[in-house]
């Protein structure tokens, strides 16, 4: 028999709940156990020590970063996959999507054959006195890279729900598509915008294999927490569980933010 919850009907049978719980356990036990793996004792130190922190704070601050780029070119984007059909617009969104099945090195390698010094723009920006390559812009590309389909698929879904109606609305009353897109579009999709930042700063922060391909691991420069980690693990298992743990800590909190749904503004008033 189907169940009712608080808020109605939930259409669920009971053996979906036990496969569900079986999920459940098949993502919460690793972590369970690299917990009882921890050095508690120890667990401060490890993760104040100097590298710990400054590997911590890079990966914060190209996260940052990243999450901005993401914004500034995934926005554009999805409102151009959600709202204008074009010719090639499905080979368009397969490739911005790429990113999503591709192995991280991949993006890496393709970012380094096209920024290093004999890459494709490398080589122009080597003779204006500008390398990205190795550096901690090298960093916030590659993040930028594997995270900007999260906020694209987000936002562009988002958007499809919401539909255009009341743009269309706003549209017959006179106001201008800049009007339209900043007092209308936006608000409306504010939501899923939010949600796809804080996905696409949650990838970001957990990026390994492309910037460790495109930017190497140097400390303080590049060498984000995920790289931290996997270098301790090679001398020190100890700081690694920590470090794997303090990342988990930072991601989950990070993630927990996209299910917090801020009131959306209301459309009409670009009608006024």
């Known amino acids: 028999m189907n169940r009712r919850s608080g808020t109605g009907y939930t259409g669920i049978p009971a053996w979906i709940y036990a ?9 919460l036990l690793p972590l369970v156990a690299m917990v009882a793996k921890v050095n508690w004792p120890e667990f401060i130190p490890l993760i104040t020590s100097d590298p710990s922190l400054t590997a911590l704070g890079l990966s914060l601050r190209t996260s940052a970063a990243s ?42 390698i393709a970012l380094l054959y096209t920024f290093g010094r004999q890459g494709l723009l490398g080589r122009s920006l080597e003779l204006a006195g500008i390398q990205i390559a190795f550096s901690t812009a090298a960093v916030v590309l590659a993040q930028t890279f594997v995270a900007l389909p999260f906020l694209v698929v987000s936002l562009e879904g988002a958007l499809r729900t919401a539909g255009n109606k009341y743009e269309a609305v706003a549209a017959t009353l006179g106001a201008r598509p800049g009007t339209v897109l900043r007092r209308v579009t936006i608000p409306l999709v504010l939501p899923g915008l939010a949600s796809g930042a804080v996905l696409s700063f949650a990838r970001s922060l957990g990026e390994f294999g492309a910037t460790l391909t495109f930017a190497g691991s ?53 009608a006024q």
């Open 19 to 27: 496969i569900a719980a079986a999920g459940a356990l098949f993502v």
């Open 67 to 108: 999450t901005a780029l993401c914004i500034l070119l995934g926005v554009p984007l999805a409102l151009v996959l959600a709202r204008s059909p074009f010719p090639g617009q499905r080979l368009l969104r397969a490739f911005v999507l790429l990113p999503l099945v591709l192995p991280p090195v991949v993006g890496g």
């Open 218 to 270: 140097l400390q303080g420069v590049t060498r984000t927490l995920p790289l931290e980690i996997y270098l301790q693990r090679e001398t020190d298992a100890d700081a690694a569980v920590a470090l794997s743990l303090l990342l988990v800590a930072v991601a989950v909190a990070v993630v927990g933010l996209s299910y917090r749904r801020p009131g959306s503004a209301a459309p009409e008033r670009a």
